[in-house]
């Protein structure tokens, strides 16, 4: 493929101007408001206004690290996220390869809704529906699958060990489906005829998805996995705090950040301390993603995000 | 194609950035309309809570508002009636963000408002333009309700002028309860419970005799009924963390008194003895809706006065009576838990305290603002009851705000919904003049100094108490578990902070 | 055309796991439905069940009297979605394409600037402050269109993904001889080799804009601008307030008798339906975009 010259000021002025609609929307509504990440470093006094509150380094973050909670929200957030990404991105690919197979059937447009349908149910009528099946008193697990057996209930809001995988399967179950629509379209997008020269060849399906599908994804696959990268420190608080109905004795395996500063913040309401901690969760997400960029360049410059 | 298609785009973009300038320039046109008034006529901002439907257009209930207001005090109300789902969030915004906002409410977070400083001190403005508001106050609470908003000697906020006293009920089915042989008057205490609950156990196998009456997270009123039966001043928080228990002035830990554990053990007893659901502590229904269905028996409310369980019977639809099995304590947060405050960037102090004023003395004001406007939305029945026009219900009626009885102005002067007693009304006004009184009613603790530790502390509550509310918890086990993430996670830090701030207190009190 | 059998196999084993797939998408869904038109009563008694005790229409009763209300959100939530997603649309694709040739001096920088935003913020606050104080959108269209939802980092990078990744640099260089703009380039030449990417992008601003109820919770008091979403939660909200025991302490137990878990339930199936409805015919979008991939090779 030949590469393009690097153009002159001339060649590039158009281009620049088709991007200019664009970065004005981010000037205005990302760079500007950014201005308020100095709420993180004050005490803010009303009286005062923020503007002329005083300043107090570091203190607004302390209460982020000084307890023995810090510890299991930052391991819970990485290992779910690391989780998430992994097991997201595997199921999304195949979940494509699989609907791409299929997309000349006339139900195809019903299997595509089936797709989108999981991720439009909100977390709050989820956590219900979740409720539903574990519940202690007539949940369908305990009721209908576990009591034909002869296994006694489990208390499923009380037992911390079991929400990593409830978590993630219902964390897959409602974006798995939505997420492979990105990889459909990227399947879309190959070129057709390098199947056919492969089936000529001789080349078992096996083998034509791991040598041309997959390969040909890489760019999609780095992208989306450095952007979730970038997101580490997150966490979906509808998943976190409403499925397992807010219950204290999970806290262990379901506290995330997000989740901490909200219950930290419910009885002390601080514009300080709320603008710290997402600060805290942008910074490092911003060093991991920056560090994992600077990797992917030197292994092929174009797959950065960069 | 693609051109038209651009074209079209470009054209609804035009559109809506035009209409969008459209709409705001006619509501800045509305604004300007009373400009002759505007030289001696004060505007004040007046943002409110309704839990019924808000209707699209209710400047009619404004101007009526307004036409009393005017000529009285030659203030202009700009009401703004919000749900509470966002009541909250549009007033934080307001305050944070500088816009004009005067005169709201707060549930429950007084004194974070006051320690940010967002609150403007009214004692000398209620002095000059309040007279009529005191001693309304004073005639309906007896003296001291505005101790409850007072921070060093400054008053920050009014609190709402209605019955306060919440003693904690036995609420229950009054059918099973009448089956089972019992009667409501040998109900005294909590431990007159138990027995009850074992005969409907027994009898009734299907029914769960006892649940938690509010759900995420699960709360059976354990601490409301502690705070009542042992005389327990929360000092201002809910937490729990340092209490003072009757009048020994000593901070302690809650969760480390006797009292506490006694009455955690009396429901851990329940729970063992399968009274109340297994999964009592993280289910996500609330009771009231079991004992509905017919699988729930009773549960613990705090509420006023002697006839909510009519209204309760209707909320669950089966008939339910109350009983009361314990008396109630008059701390801080129980009597400033609505109150009416200023913002402290207000431009029109003036403006803003005397409508307050008028909004506890005022007839008028107070039921326009509940009720809307007289032969349109309410008719008048006798001397202090209404009732719909005919044909019309709460929630086709043009305007109505009844659900916020409880936080407007003085219950005293407030229309009620035929068929209230008012004997009723007049028992709650009578307790909160016989409620007993903490001793440090008025002391609001600041936190500012503790913040990692109280946020800490908060997520340890959370996670455990709503095991011992319900009994889930072995006490054995549990407690000093609990007691010791508490200490870990600062909470002897807080108690110290709260001794000292309560000593300081003390010693001002005395002068 | 003889279809090899590990073809064949890989296509069974296709519809085999979508259809799976499908059902565990469909059945909580059906789940919902059935729910919405069961009894409170046997809702709170046994639980949720595909075969209810008792049926109510009770829950869709209580929506009906504020039915105008939601058909008022619906076109409410129908303009913006159209509106926004257009626009977001053309604007994202815009500065994507620039972004995505290789001799563009600056894609890099704009790469950054663009991912940038992704991950900081500066809160709440100040873009409350300059949305409503500077620029006035309160209680405006523009308030539910503009804030947050035009454009977004990621789908910006998406697209950008795409266009470097399937759009051969030949042909743009082809019609860069012939004499063609840059804007001329981008309508005719990106845009329609894009489209599966487009509708992708499309369908998650869609998405966006249909589910958004945050700029409507900051921004607008004036009940005929709320959204489908936006009046769902309030509703939900007030509902759960009324029940709840703060409610009782301020109110003093006058709350009125709510089938609650029905009403959630059936606010669900009227927040998703519209949805379900529009969506397969994005699908057909979608799948040209196959049919056109084939072509060009």
């Not at chain 1, 590469?3 to 002025?13: A, Y």
């Not at chain 2, 409301?224 to 937490?239: A, C, R, S, V």
């Not at chain 2, 609990?482 to 909470?491: D, M, Q, S, V």
């Amino acid at each position: 493929m030949k590469t393009l010259r690097r153009g002159t000021f001339s060649k590039n002025l158009p281009l620049f101007l088709l991007a200019i609609p664009g970065l004005l929307y981010f000037v205005v509504n990302s760079y500007i408001p950014m201005i308020g990440i100095f709420i993180a470093f004050k005490d803010i006094n009303f009286a005062k206004g923020i503007f002329a509150s005083d300043w107090i380094g570091l203190d607004n973050f302390s209460f982020l690290f000084q307890t023995k909670d810090a510890w299991i929200m930052t391991r819970n957030t990485i290992l779910y996220n690391v989780a998430f990404i992994v097991l997201g991105t595997i199921c999304s690919i195949f979940i494509a390869i699989f609907m791409y197979e299929l997309v000349k059937k006339i139900y195809s447009k019903f299997l595509m809704t089936g797709l989108i349908l999981p991720n439009l149910i909100s977390m709050v009528v989820l956590s219900l529906l979740v409720f539903a099946f574990l519940n202690a008193e007539n949940g369908f697990i305990n009721n209908s699958l576990l009591a034909p057996l002869g296994i006694e209930g489990i208390n499923w809001y009380a037992e911390p060990k079991y929400w990593p995988f409830i978590l993630v399967f219902i964390h897959l179950w409602k974006t798995a489906g939505y997420g492979s629509i990105i990889y459909f379209a990227a399947i879309a997008g190959i070129d057709k005829s390098i199947y056919e020269a492969a089936k000529i060849d001789g080349a078992s399906k096996i083998k034509q998805i791991s040598m041309i599908t997959i390969p040909l994804l890489k760019p999609t696959i780095i992208i989306l996995v450095l952007l979730s990268v970038g997101r580490i420190f997150n966490s979906d608080f509808g998943l976190f705090y409403q499925v397992p109905l807010n219950a204290g004795a999970l806290y262990s395996t379901t506290q995330t950040i997000d989740t901490y500063v909200y219950r930290a913040l419910m009885q002390l309401n601080d514009v300080g301390m709320s603008a710290a901690a997402g600060l805290y969760q942008s910074v490092v997400g911003f060093v991991l993603v920056v560090t994992v960029n600077a990797i992917v360049r030197k292994i092929n410059a174009d797959n950065a995000l960069f | 194609m693609k051109k038209k298609f651009l074209v079209l785009l470009v054209a609804t973009l035009l559109i809506s950035v035009l209409s969008a300038c459209g709409s705001s320039s006619s509501s800045s046109s509305n604004s300007n309309e009373g400009t002759d008034e505007q030289q001696k006529v004060e505007k004040v901002v007046f943002s409110m809570v309704s839990f019924n439907r808000i209707p699209d257009d209710y400047s009619a209930v404004t101007k009526a508002i307004n036409d009393i207001t005017i000529p009285k005090i030659g203030v202009e109300i700009d009401l703004q009636i919000f749900s509470p789902a966002d009541y909250s969030q549009k007033v934080n915004l307001a305050l944070q963000s500088g816009e004009k906002l005067d005169i709201f409410t707060t549930l429950g977070q007084f004194a974070n408002y006051a320690s940010k400083n967002q609150l403007l001190a009214l004692e000398d403005l209620l002095d000059k333009h309040g007279k009529d508001l005191i001693a309304k106050l004073e005639e309906d609470f007896g003296p001291g309700l505005l101790d409850s908003t007072t921070i060093n000697g400054h008053i920050y906020g009014i609190p709402v002028n209605k019955g306060m006293s919440l003693p904690t009920n036995f609420v229950y089915s009054e059918v099973l309860l009448n089956s089972l042989g019992y009667k409501k008057e040998d109900i005294t205490s909590i431990n007159d419970l138990t027995p009850i609950f074992a005969d409907v156990k027994e009898r009734y196998p299907d029914i769960t005799p006892f649940g938690p009456i509010n759900v995420n997270p699960s709360d059976t009123n354990l601490l409301h009924y502690l705070k009542g039966q042992y005389q327990i001043d929360f000092l201002t928080d809910t937490n729990g963390i340092g209490v003072v228990v009757g009048d020994s002035g000593k901070v302690v830990n809650l969760y480390e008194t006797d009292e506490f554990k006694e009455a955690a053990g009396v429901i851990r007893e329940w729970f063992t003895a399968g009274y109340l659901q297994k999964d009592a502590a993280t289910t996500a229904v609330p009771f009231s809706e079991m004992i509905g269905s017919g699988r729930g028996f009773s549960m613990l409310g705090g509420y006023s006065g002697k006839e909510a369980a009519k209204a309760l019977s209707a909320q669950v639809g089966t008939p339910m009576e109350m009983q009361r099995i314990a008396p109630y304590y008059f701390d801080t947060n129980a009597v400033n838990l609505v109150s009416w405050l200023v913002n402290s960037t207000t431009d029109v102090p003036e403006g803003a305290v005397k409508f307050l004023n008028l909004l506890y003395t005022d007839e008028q004001v107070i039921n326009t603002i509940l009720y809307g406007i007289e032969d349109v939305d309410y008719v008048r029945v006798g001397e202090r009851h209404i009732k719909f026009p005919e044909g019309k219900d709460a929630n086709t009626v043009s305007y109505t705000a009844m659900l916020s009885t409880g936080m407007v102005g003085s219950e005293s002067l407030q229309y009620q919904l035929e068929g209230v007693d008012l004997a009723d009304l007049q028992l709650k006004l009578d307790e909160n003049k016989t409620t007993p009184r903490s001793p440090y009613l008025g002391f609001v603790f600041d936190q500012s100094d503790v913040k990692v530790q109280v946020s800490s502390v908060t997520n340890v509550v959370n996670q455990y108490l709503p095991g011992f509310m319900t009994g889930s918890l072995d006490l054995e086990t549990a407690l000093p578990a609990f007691i010791k993430a508490l200490n870990e996670a600062g909470a002897e830090k807080i108690i110290e902070s709260k001794q000292e701030q309560l000593d300081k207190w003390i010693s001002e009190q005395k002068k | 055309m003889l279809e090899a059998k590990d073809e064949k196999v890989f296509r069974i084993l296709s519809a085999v796991v979508m259809g799976l797939l499908t059902l565990a998408a469909f059945l909580p869904f059906l789940l919902i439905i059935i729910a919405s038109i069961s009894s409170e009563t046997s809702l709170v008694r046994n639980g949720y069940s595909y075969f209810p005790s008792e049926f109510s229409l009770d829950a869709y009763i209580y929506m009906k009297s504020s039915a105008s209300t939601f058909i008022r959100a619906y076109g409410v939530s129908f303009f913006i979605t159209i509106v926004g997603t257009g626009v977001g649309l053309l604007i994202t694709s815009m500065l994507a394409y620039p972004m995505s040739r290789a001799d563009f001096k600056y894609r890099n920088v704009l790469a950054f600037f663009v991912f940038f935003t992704l991950l900081f913020s500066g809160g709440v606050v100040p873009s409350y402050i300059m949305w409503t104080q500077y620029f006035d959108v309160k209680n405006t269209m523009a308030a539910l269109i503009i804030p947050n939802l035009l454009v977004n980092g990621f789908n910006v990078l998406l697209v950008r993904n795409y266009f470097k990744a399937n759009v051969p640099t030949e042909v743009i260089e082809s019609a860069q001889i012939d004499g063609a703009s840059e804007l001329r380039i981008y309508f005719r030449i990106m845009l329609p080799l894009s489209v599966p990417v487009l509708v992708t992008v499309g369908v998650f601003m869609g998405l966006a804009y249909w589910n958004d109820w945050i700029n409507a919770l900051y921004y607008i008091t004036k009940p005929q601008y709320y959204g489908i979403q936006n009046l769902l939660i309030r509703l939900m909200n007030n509902i759960q307030f009324l029940n709840s025991g703060q409610a009782s302490s301020v109110l003093g137990a006058q709350a009125v008798e709510l089938p609650t878990i029905a009403i959630r339930m059936a606010m669900a199936v009227v927040g998703i339906l519209p949805i379900l409805i529009v969506l397969p015919f994005t699908q057909k979008y979608l799948a040209r975009g196959v049919v056109m991939g084939a072509v060009k090779g």
